[in-house]
Antibody, heavy 120, light 110 residues
């Protein structure tokens, strides 16, 4: 069983950056895709991007291109998501979600979510 | 990339069947059988119920089933139970290694 444990809630000012971590434990594979999905208060899920934790390749939604960075530290089994130039509209719960290895394009394990509040 | 279109809400009585639609385009839902469905209870992380449009992961009730026709995927919940009351989201592969979610559907058990 895989567990994804994310870092704690953050409060940031507009224009600042935030880093959220996602640590994997359990029966993890050497290479898989970790996706990031966010959910604004009372709103739906929004796909942000993913990283191949084995080789570091990334892909982002056009909406976040240039503002989000994903990095993996394989020795620590941890993926980091950095979001810069924060705006109030970035207030949301941010989830990491592992894509099931094998190319079937679904998310089998999710982190518990990290609330990021952007407020002056 | 526009969000997939889902009805905002669907309701049904216990024991009934309901169906939630998820409409995309020929660039996402219509071009790939890579649609997944997630159930989300308030304050919780989403949980997979259907993948590859029609397949059910082990451990998910067989009351959940999926289908796809053209640009529209559907999730059917049969024998509706109180515990099925939740938000449901579809998600599709959208080409070039990207994904897109639907806007979500709130299911109410009357």
């Amino acid at each position: 069983q895989v567990q994804l444990v994310q870092s704690g809630a953050e409060v940031k000012k507009p224009g600042a950056s935030v880093k959220v971590s996602c640590k994997a434990s359990g029966n993890t594979f050497a290479t898989y895709a970790m996706h990031w999905v966010r959910q604004a208060p009372g709103q739906g899920l929004e796909w942000m991007g993913w990283i191949n934790v084995g080789n570091g390749n990334t892909k982002f939604s056009q909406k976040f291109q240039g503002r989000v960075t994903l990095r993996s530290d394989t020795s620590a089994s941890t993926v980091y998501m950095d979001l810069s130039r924060l705006k109030s509209e970035d207030t949301a719960v941010y989830y990491c979600a592992r894509e099931r290895p094998g190319g079937s394009n679904w998310f089998d394990f999710w982190g518990q979510g990290t609330l990021v509040i952007v407020s002056s | 990339q526009s969000a997939l279109t889902q009805p905002a809400s669907v309701s049904g009585s216990p024991g009934q069947s309901i169906t939630i639609s998820c409409t995309g385009t020929s660039s996402d839902v219509g071009n790939y059988d890579l649609v997944s469905w997630y159930q989300q209870h308030p304050g919780k992380a989403p949980k997979i119920v259907i993948y590859e449009a029609t397949r059910r992961p082990s451990g998910v009730s067989n009351r959940f089933s999926g289908s796809k026709s053209g640009n529209t995927a559907s999730l059917t919940i049969s024998g509706l139970q109180a515990e099925d009351e939740a938000d449901y989201y579809c998600c599709s592969y959208a080409g070039s290694a990207t994904r897109v979610f639907g806007g979500g559907t709130k299911v109410t058990v009357l």
